[in-house]
């Protein structure tokens, strides 16, 4: 797989362990298909959710949740088949993991709340705008992932060839795949924390999650279901699948790129990350 393609699958994840700093309490809840869910929440103040990437946990967003939880509701779950959630064989589609998020601000009586979804969870949150609507939304937050109106064949072929390598060989697959999720410099165990956790989920269940996000043709008809602001964070090398389709039908888009990070944007400039997204929150109290 040429290095191009790989960089472009749209993917997963990352972070150091979580530093000594605010109380972080563990949730579980129940979905209505009798799915167990955990998730961290800290914090007091306006609720920030945050959504991780295919096969990460929730601790992925250590550094956003430390940084946030000083003056907001920070909530980050462990979607079902990762983290520790229950790995139910079933619901692994965006429709209706963008459902257990539904279900999750539901419970916890978060509404109106900041959406953010990385990766794999931006088609889930673009599924949440077509189902639910923004009744219980104030903002959606979509960092470093694909929005398409024509998915490209060549594309198409290199994810075959990944689901292929999961299926055969899922723990060189994910130490790659790991490692190529950063520009900059990653200490060894915090890599060997991120390949486990990734680990956690069942090979058939992350090419289900996979298979769920790729297969839809065309995401117009979620995208022009968004009624609230929209932030864009991504690497400037595909902003074009990213950021474009989604600003040409949402033109008051705020799209921010990246040159010096990899895909896991939050932890290789989480500082920037964090500045951009506080900046878009704080204004959004005066639309």
Same mark, same amino acid.
């Given at each position: %797989?040429?290095?191009?393609?790989?960089?472009?699958? $749209?993917?997963?994840?990352? $972070?150091?362990?979580?530093?000594?700093?605010? &109380?972080?309490?563990?949730?579980?809840?129940?979905?209505?298909?009798?799915?167990?869910?955990?998730?961290?929440?800290?914090?007091?103040?306006?609720?920030?959710?945050?959504?991780?990437?295919?096969?990460?946990?929730?601790?992925?967003?250590?550094?956003?949740?430390?940084?946030?939880?000083?003056?907001?509701?920070?909530?980050?779950? #462990?979607?079902?088949?990762?983290? #520790?959630?229950?790995? $139910? !064989?079933?619901?692994?589609?965006? &429709?209706?993991?963008?459902?257990?998020?539904?279900?999750?601000?539901?419970?916890?009586?978060?509404?109106?709340?900041?959406?953010?979804?990385? /990766? !794999?969870?931006? $088609?889930?949150?673009?599924?949440?705008?077509?189902? +639910?609507?923004?009744?219980?939304?104030?903002?959606?937050?979509?960092?470093?992932?694909?929005?398409?109106?024509?998915?490209?064949?060549?594309?198409?072929?290199?994810? !075959?060839?990944?689901?292929?390598?999961?299926?055969?060989?899922?723990?060189?697959?994910?130490?790659?795949?790991?490692?190529?999720?950063?520009?900059?410099?990653?200490?060894?165990?915090?890599?060997?924390?991120?390949?486990?956790?990734?680990?956690?989920?069942?090979?058939?269940?992350?090419? /289900?999650?996979?298979?769920? /996000?790729?297969?839809?043709?065309?995401?117009?008809? @979620?995208?022009?279901?968004?009624?609230?602001?929209?932030?864009?964070?991504?690497?400037? @090398?595909?902003?074009? %699948?990213?950021?474009?389709?989604? !600003?040409?039908?949402?033109?008051?888009?705020?799209? &921010?790129? +990246?040159?010096?990070?990899?895909?896991?944007?939050?932890?290789?400039?989480?500082?920037?990350?964090?500045?951009?997204?506080?900046? +878009?929150?704080?204004?959004?109290?005066?639309?």
């Amino acid at each position: %797989m040429s290095a191009k393609i790989f960089l472009l699958l $749209p993917f997963l994840l990352t $972070p150091p362990a979580l530093a000594a700093g605010r &109380e972080v309490k563990d949730g579980f809840f129940k979905t209505t298909d009798n799915v167990k869910l955990h998730y961290l929440e800290a914090g007091t103040g306006p609720p920030i959710f945050f959504e991780p990437g295919w096969s990460m946990p929730a601790w992925i967003w250590d550094p956003q949740i430390q940084y946030f939880a000083g003056h907001y509701h920070v909530v980050a779950l #462990d979607p079902r088949s990762q983290g #520790d959630s229950d790995k $139910p !064989l079933e619901g692994n589609s965006p &429709e209706r993991r963008a459902q257990d998020i539904k279900e999750l601000v539901d419970h916890l009586k978060l509404g109106p709340v900041v959406l953010v979804g990385w /990766s !794999l969870g931006v $088609p889930e949150l673009l599924s949440y705008a077509e189902q +639910f609507g923004g009744g219980q939304v104030r903002a959606y937050v979509l960092v470093d992932g694909f929005a398409w109106d024509k998915l490209d064949p060549q594309f198409a072929t290199a994810m !075959l060839g990944m689901f292929r390598r999961l299926a055969t060989d899922r723990r060189g697959f994910t130490e790659q795949f790991v490692r190529s999720m950063y520009k900059k410099p990653q200490a060894e165990n915090y890599l060997r924390r991120v390949v486990e956790a990734s680990l956690k989920m069942p090979t058939d269940s992350a090419i /289900s999650a996979s298979v769920g /996000s790729i297969s839809r043709a065309d995401w117009r008809p @979620a995208i022009v279901k968004i009624d609230r602001p929209v932030l864009i964070l991504c690497q400037a @090398a595909v902003k074009s %699948m990213a950021a474009d389709l989604v !600003l040409s039908l949402v033109p008051s888009t705020r799209v &921010e790129t +990246f040159d010096d990070a990899g895909h896991a944007l939050f932890v290789d400039d989480a500082a920037r990350f964090d500045a951009v997204l506080e900046d +878009f929150v704080q204004h959004l109290a005066v639309r």
